[in-house]
């Protein structure tokens, strides 16, 4: 029997996760059918209790539902907790595990497609949102050597970097301040966490924080040369990149964690590419 698996969502039309998963599916020799799931604002609970009652296996979860999710879990993974979302369960009698996959799938693309070591770098991310506090726990794990969040509301900054250090950064320093705060500061690695690029808006940043041979990275995917990265390369940045390795590695996660065999990335990640023009 074909296994069932969804992605859910309000809106739904625009998810990419039926094409990676089917792809994915195709690639490792799973029978699985995977569909897109919309459900009504209010309406998530009832609508997953449906298609577990249909024999469903899996979900992933987008917005606005992630928090949805994190409630309707009965076993939250550590990366679900620390994310406070939830962007995958999997169903297994009266038991719903969750998971967060997305601050994994930026580092193993990073990392693993991008050859860009974090171990040792000086990295900053813009933004205090879900999308930030989802990637703390993995990007600590690399071991930089400095972390900063910034921020327009300087308090939602020094909570994530409370966070990343209650959460075992020991020795790593973490900083949460305001983007006035930068100064002359330079970071090899940056994120834009924010959700500006969705509105073709460029956060309140100063081309001076990329340093020489620095990788900016926009979480947005799909939207070409979003104002972040035309500022990087404005400023001589060289290295840039969307979230389209995001995307494909946080579902080779939420895969694997399904079916026990991990997918290769490289076929979904070149058909999903815009070209950064």
């Known amino acids: 029997m074909t296994d069932r698996y969804a992605v859910i969502g309000n809106p739904i039309e625009q998810s990419k996760s039926p094409l990676i998963h089917t792809a994915f599916a195709q690639v490792c020799g799973q029978a699985i059918d995977y569909t897109k799931l919309l459900a ?4 998530f609970a009832s609508a997953v209790d449906a298609f577990r009652a249909a024999g469903g296996r899996g979900m992933n979860v987008t917005a606005p539902f992630k928090l949805d999710a994190f409630a309707y879990a009965t076993d939250l993974a550590p990366s679900a907790q ?6 995958a369960m999997k169903f297994e009698g009266d038991k719903v595990y969750a998971e967060n996959f997305d601050g994994v799938g930026l580092v193993r693309d990073v990392v693993h497609n991008l050859s860009c070591p974090i171990q040792g770098r000086r990295i900053l991310i813009l933004g205090a949102g879900g ?3 989802g990637a703390l726990m993995p990007i600590m794990d690399q071991q930089p050597a400095e972390l900063v969040i910034v921020n327009r509301t300087v308090a939602k900054a020094e909570e994530l970097a409370a966070l990343a250090l209650a959460h075992g950064a020991g020795s790593i320093p973490v900083g949460g301040i305001g983007y006035a ?8 690695l940056v994120f834009n966490a924010t959700s500006a690029s969705l509105k073709t808006e460029l956060p309140p940043l100063s081309a001076s924080v990329f340093a020489q041979g620095c990788l900016a990275y926009d979480l947005t995917y799909g939207k070409g040369l979003t104002p972040f990265l035309q500022l990087a390369k404005q400023a001589g940045v060289t290295h840039l990149a969307d979230g389209v390795g ?15 065999v991990r997918p290769d990335t490289r076929a979904v990640i070149e058909r999903l590419t815009v070209p950064l023009v």
């Open 246 to 260: 995001m995307l494909a590695e946080q579902a080779a996660e939420a895969f694997a964690w399904w079916r026990g």
């Open 131 to 133: 999308a930030t506090r």
């Open 181 to 188: 705060d930068l100064g002359a500061q330079t970071f090899d």
């Open 82 to 87: 620390m994310a406070g979302a939830v962007n």
């Open 40 to 43: 009504p604002l209010g309406g």
